[in-house]
């Protein structure tokens, strides 16, 4: 009895999975409609995008040297 209605369950969900999916995809507005010029959305790859995400933007970590000069040109900054 399981392993029958194993198969129909997974037949279902799989039918199910298809019907939202082409639900969606005939969902989606076309460019045309809305005024998005495709030449402007950037085609990333993985890499890229996880760089985007948590790369560095070179603002950790002031080197010794450059913070000490500021400290003596500006020492109403840093009291």
Do not use: C
Request: net charge negative; proline share 9%; aromatic share 8%.
């Amino acid at each position: 009895m399981k392993p029958n209605f194993l198969r129909r369950s997974t037949a279902a969900i799989a039918i199910l999975a298809i019907a939202v999916g082409v639900h969606a995809a005939s969902n989606q507005p076309s460019t045309a409609t809305t005024g998005i010029d495709t030449a402007q959305i950037p085609k990333w790859s993985a890499d890229d995008l996880d760089f985007f995400l948590h790369g560095s933007m070179s603002t950790e970590v002031v080197p010794e040297p450059v913070l000490r000069a500021f400290i003596k040109i500006y020492p109403d900054l840093f009291p």
